[in-house]
């Protein structure tokens, strides 16, 4: 799919967006609906991430009506079932249906390697198509980069396959033998359910990570949650403030149509679960003491949600069904702390530790002592620079498809209040200029 303009390399444009994904369309659209003139650098395909960083039985775990991108609500994609989970292929047809509704000017195949601020206050941005500059850039690449491996990877035997969560696809793709699962967020828990459910011996480290059901009281908890108003809290409003960033996400399912990840269940049914990855040292898998804590936390987290959505109903005088508390199904005995790789039987380890970003190419002092972008919802110290899709950005669905919409819209009005500026102080100097002139 190509969209672009025609050959604009070296031009000079009123905005430059990084990045062709939703956020990156959404922005777009935005700035398109205002009149701006802009260009959208893809550095790979329309919906790169969601066709290539995905396995095979991918769905999203939030249910389909919250897709809902500028001018392009699930409805308006033709979707029937609101309250289902798109897969991985509707997802990329989601999003390429929202980017044919109204044809951005979307480069593809064209990498930026370099932001940077030019003379005369103008961005310069170097891509792999040329120079480029800018009054203002948007950076809507979000904050999952690189996948993390942790150094203790390079002591596991050469035979046993290693691969990151980002490359795995399905059972099939790996050899005969028992899996170790390492992170038990979304992903770590959805890849070990999947291997599980294709009747491979899974062994799962097991994280912080919360979860939450899939369900409760007649309602997906979604739907409760976004009734209770928590997807619209803003990020300084939330307990942890801005720590929340860091918080990894709860574990649940949209597989199905929908269901709980109760790693207990997996674990009477045969997975073999261990406290966090601690080391690989001697030929053996060391585990840490924490496996009981980390499970009875997550359940803690999940039955604290239903005690939120319990004080909901009530207040409102809702008619809602009664649902009885979760009980565990199934209790660790003494922890397994460690586990000889050879006769283990495991064969491959697939490591679900998530991603770093990768901001190096933005030569501008915009990111904290950790690395991080500066910003006030998405709006950076650097006049005319702005981050778009970021986690926690400013709710809870900034980095996804139920809110970055909002985040886009709130950028282009900053935009569109620069562009006014700057006119309005262009124009002041031409009337300076003609007093001047009528004077002389």
Known sequence: ???????????????????????????????KHNGIEHLVFEKHRLAHEWRTRRWDS??????????????FSYADYGGTDP?????????????????????????????????????????EVGTSDGEYTADQVVIAIGGYHVPTVPRIAERLPEHV??????????????????????????SGAQIAEDLHLAGRKVHLCVGSAPRTARFYRGRDVVDWLADMGYYDMPVHEHPLK????????????????GRDIDLRRFAKEGMQLHGRLQDVRGGRFHFGDDLKH???????????????????????????????????????????????????GITSVIWSNG???????????????KGYPSHRRGVTAQPGLYFLGLPWQYTWGSGRFSGVGDDARHLAGHVQRRIDEQAEAARTVRVGLNEWALGS
């Open 355 to 369: 991603f770093r970003p990768d901001w190096g190419w933005i030569e501008m002092p915009v990111f904290d002592g």
């Open 161 to 186: 396959l290693q691969i990151h969560s980002v490359d795995y696809r399905n059972a099939a793709q790996l050899p005969a033998g028992e899996v170790l699962v390492v992170g038990s967020g979304q």
């Open 294 to 344: 980390n499970l009875d936390n997550a359940d803690a987290v999940s039955e604290s949600i239903k005690t939120s959505i319990d004080k909901y109903i009530a207040a409102q005088g809702i008619a809602a069904p009664e649902e009885a508390r979760y009980v565990p199904v199934w209790q660790p005995g003494e922890p397994l702390r460690e586990l000889d790789v050879a006769a283990s």
């Open 1 to 31: 799919m190509d969209m672009s303009q025609p050959n604009m390399r070296g031009s000079h444009l009123p905005v430059i967006v990084v990045g062709g994904g939703q956020a990156g369309l959404a922005m777009s659209w935005c700035l």
């Open 83 to 123: 309250h289902g989970f798109m897969v991985r292929e509707e997802i990329v047809a989601y999003i390429e249906a929202y980017a044919a509704s109204f044809q951005p000017p979307l480069r593809e195949g064209v990498a930026v390697r370099s932001v940077r601020r030019g003379p005369g206050g103008v961005f």
């Open 58 to 71: 991918f769905c999203l775990v939030t249910p389909n009506w919250q897709c809902a991108l500028p001018g």
């Open 242 to 257: 801005e720590r929340v960033r860091a918080k990894a996400n709860h574990y649940v399912t949209g597989r199905d149509g």
